[in-house]
């Protein structure tokens, strides 16, 4: 078989000669035309035979056998053409599963194996293409074509030959199955080309990247190749000796620890002391002994304890169990404070830290006499009675509800009480929770669990009887984490809090002993469940008289003190504190009335400093200017409804009650009924009756009753931005509605309220207290009421009362005439004679 034009005998070493590349300054050489020549063709799985490399091969597949023997036998120059397969999972693979460029190889040595194989050891000589092949059975045979290597003498290929070097010496020297005699061998090599086939051949390339060196024709490009591969395989060669090394110092470090550990025990026994482990176990068990934990919760402290003994220190479920032991210690099995009952003393408190509030107060004294009565009396009860109730258990807690408007000192109340009683506050803010485990407490199968907030705040404050508020009831959240509102329902209930089981601790604590009173400015977001266990006491917004006696009492006192004034510095009179609550502060609450106070002890304070004299300061009514600016608040109710068809409804907001007012105009239209305002569905179904009760008695008012044919009537509720909802606005929507029709204006000085039906009949509705003095703040004298809600105004202030005129009407005829205001005349003064109007029933 001819090789490309070669004589058979002519020495194999001249095949694999490379050309000389030209000298610098000649003009290159033309190539030679490429030589080509008909080979057997041995496919390879999972190996590359680069030119100029002895590799030693496996044969084991039938046609490959044959090959071998045939390429042997029948040619003396014993050269074959060496291929990688695409598909190594395949036994023989056929031409389009081979790539079409491989290396011509000649077999220098060959062996047949004992089971069957045939061991070769073969020298690479050229790269060769596949261009056809001539014949697939009994083995592969193509035509191929030589393709020398392009060698370019140049700066570059110096450079990248060195750093190709320079990185398989850091490889070798990280790599251990490596031998050194490599590095050697590839700083003993001159051409490029041999060192980019030793150097690829030496390392762990998958099949695609060491084919695309063999097929890269420039050795320039091929040596760029290799480095880019090898400075990969030193990062991540680098990053794995670094872990390594971290494990390794990891493991030392523990033997270390684990050495002197062993070593201290053993200095403790000469000196006859007991171990660190020893030392702690017997220090957790004097505290269980000492901590008077009920028999269930003692029995698993001492379970955990005894697991806790078997483990090494160094076992991660130790810390677990100690965390858990040192809960359990810490908690207030047995600690209590004395209850102080003097009946007198907490009266004293309460009313030297907040003014009126009597149902609160009166509840507190009650609880106060009562536990009292029950200690002094506790001994008369012969000792062989048997209780007479043998379901329901003796109940020492009490569990309230404060609900009213922020700012009116729900908050601060808590803090009173327990100052009143001698017992530790505790407070803990519910708004925005959302997670049940925040109550209940974390299993222990979770990393840093935890006990619940309950369990946690008791611990902190070292009793099992505080005074513990629980603010912002009413916010609590829910979603997929659990209902820490069902989560309470356990803790607010006398009838299991003796029994609470915390997820942490999974013992029960007692919670009979604390006063529990929580805080909401509704009701309406308080689950059923809940708020069956609770007592509900309302708080409900301060008159102007009482926001001046408080302002006197408390507030002007105290921002006097934080803003570092003395008593006689600032002096308010009694008429400017009555003015900032009217016209800068009007709030259900007293926060702002306070933040405005400290505003103008502020201003003082500066003058105080800047002159260096002390005042008085007098604030006045008529220099509030200086101080506050231009008032806030307007009396705008005569503004308002000096127009037919505004009417002054009134309000009950979470933040106390408001006014609004109900606005009602014609346009020519077809029957339109248009209500804005941002209004629920009830409130727009409220507003629909009352049109149709006015379409209905049209005619007994002296309104057309053919009004609504050509004309659109809209009906609208500032302010367009706030929500609003509920019935009781339907007198007021029907008031502006016979206004507007009848052209008859509202009387300014009136307010009202309650729930209308289609037969004109005037129905109870919520909030009358809040309502009330939102219309005494707005400067209203007469507020119309529906006349079942007459029994509500005994929650008004007596003060109030007087001031106001209240009538208590049961249907809507009766509210208008009280609302409306005569017909102006016609301009030939024969106007419609004006409706009498029945006396105000004053309560």
């Known amino acids: 078989m001819a090789i490309f034009g070669r004589s058979k005998d002519k020495d194999e070493a001249d095949i694999q000669k490379p050309a000389a590349p030209p000298e610098e300054g000649q003009a290159p050489q033309q190539p030679p035309a490429p030589k080509r020549a008909v080979l057997p063709i041995l496919p390879l799985r999972g190996v590359v035979v680069y030119p100029m490399m002895w ?59 004992p089971d069957g194989t045939i061991r070769l050891i073969v020298q690479g000589l050229e790269r060769i293409r596949i261009e056809k092949y001539v014949r697939t059975q009994p083995y592969l045979q193509a035509q191929v074509v030589e393709i020398p290597d392009i060698l370019e003498n140049t700066v570059e290929l110096e450079a990248l030959a060195r750093t190709a070097q320079e990185q398989f010496r850091q490889l070798i020297n990280l790599v251990p199955h490596l031998p050194e005699e490599l590095e050697m061998a590839a700083l003993n090599v001159e051409d490029a080309r041999q060192l980019v086939y030793l150097i690829a051949s030496s390392l762990r390339l998958n099949i695609e990247d060491a084919q695309a060196i063999l097929e890269i024709d420039s050795v320039t490009e091929k040596l760029r190749k290799l480095t880019a591969l090898l400075a990969k395989e030193l990062e991540v060669l ?25 070593q201290m025990k053993a200095i403790q026994k000469e000196l006859g002391e007991g171990d660190e482990q020893e030392a702690e176990i017997k220090e957790l068990e004097a505290r269980i002994a000492a901590a008077g934990m009920p028999e269930e919760a003692e029995k698993e402290a001492r379970r ?88 329901r258990r003796e109940r020492e807690g009490v569990i309230l509800c404060f609900v009213g408007p922020p700012g009116v000192g729900k908050t601060s109340l808590g803090l009173s009480i327990a100052r009143a009683m ?40 070292e009793s099992r009887n505080p005074v513990f508020m629980l603010d912002e009831v009413d916010k609590l959240g829910r979603d997929f984490r659990g209902d820490p509102s069902s989560a309470l329902l356990e803790v607010l209930d006398p009838e299991q809090n003796r029994e609470f089981r915390d997820h942490y601790l999974d013992v029960p604590f007692d919670l009979s002993e604390v006063m529990f009173i929580t805080t909401a400015n509704m009701l309406d977001t308080i689950p059923e469940p809940l708020l069956d266990r609770m007592e509900v006491i309302e708080l409900h917004s301060y008159t102007t008289e009482e926001k001046v006696k408080i302002a006197q009492g408390y507030l002007v006192p105290r921002q006097i003190k934080e803003n570092g004034l003395r008593p006689g510095e600032v002096v308010f009179e009694e008429e400017a504190l009555r003015r900032i609550v009217r016209d800068y502060t009007r709030e259900a609450g007293v926060r702002n009335l306070e933040r405005t106070i400290g505003t103008i002890c502020r201003k003082v304070a500066t003058k105080v400093a800047e002159n260096g004299t002390g005042g008085p300061y007098v604030i006045t009514a008529d220099n509030l200017v200086d101080y506050l600016k231009k008032p806030k608040y307007f009396d705008e109710v005569a503004e308002r409804t000096e127009l037919p068809g505004v009417a002054t409804g009134l309000a009950w907001t979470m933040s106390g009650g408001d006014i609004l007012f109900l606005e009602a105009t014609r346009m020519p239209g077809k029957k339109g009924f248009i209500v804005t305002g941002q209004l629920g569905d009830v409130m727009k179904e409220s507003a629909q009756a009352a049109l149709s009760w006015v379409r209905a008695n049209a005619q007994r008012w002296g309104i057309d009753p053919n009004f609504f044919e050509d004309a659109d009537i809209h009906l609208h509720i500032p302010a367009g931005a706030v929500p609003k909802d509920g019935p009781s606005a339907g007198v007021a929507m029907a008031t502006a509605l016979v206004s507007l029709l009848t052209g008859r204006t509202v009387k300014s000085n009136v307010g009202m309220t309650g729930e209308i039906t289609l037969r004109g009949k005037v129905l109870p509705v919520g909030g009358i207290k809040e309502k009330v003095l939102a219309a005494h703040r707005a400067g209203l004298d007469t507020v119309i009421l529906p006349k079942r809600n007459e029994k509500d105004l005994d929650d008004v202030p007596p003060k109030t009362r007087e001031e106001m005129n209240f009538v208590l009407v049961e249907y809507m005829d009766e509210v208008l005439h009280a609302a409306l ?23």
């Open 55 to 113: 590799l030693p091969l496996t044969v084991g597949q039938e046609r490959s056998i044959r090959l071998i023997d045939e390429a042997l036998t029948q040619s003396e120059q014993r050269v074959i053409g060496l291929v990688t397969s695409r598909r190594p999972e395949i036994d023989e693979p056929q031409p389009d599963q081979i790539y079409e460029v491989g290396t011509m190889a000649m077999v220098h040595r060959m062996l047949r194996a």
């Open 238 to 262: 680098e990053l794995g000796r670094k872990i390594q090394s971290e494990a390794v110092g990891e493991m030392e470090k523990m033997q270390r620890e684990f050495y002197l550990r062993e």
């Open 304 to 391: 955990e304890l005894d697991r806790m003994r078997k483990m090494p220190i160094q076992a991660a479920e130790y810390s677990v169990i100690k965390t858990y032991l040192d809960w359990m210690v810490t908690l207030p099995w047995q600690k209590r404070t004395e209850d102080n009952l003097d009946i007198a003393h907490a009266r004293q408190v309460l009313d030297e830290d907040h003014y009126d509030l009597d149902d609160i107060k009166e509840r507190i004294l009650e609880y106060l006499a009562v536990r009292k009565l029950k200690l002094e009396r506790k001994g008369e009860a012969p000792e062989d009675e048997s209780p007479a109730d043998k379901i």
């Open 422 to 461: 001698g017992r530790k506050f505790v407070r803990l803010a519910l708004g925005g929770i959302r997670d049940e485990a925040e109550i209940r407490g974390f299993r222990r199968t979770y990393i840093g669990s935890m006990p619940g907030r309950i369990i946690q705040s008791l611990r902190r404050v």
């Open 821 to 843: 205001n005569p017909p102006k005349p016609s301009p030939d003064g024969h106007g419609e004679a004006a409706q009498e109007e029945p006396a105000a029933v004053v309560a």
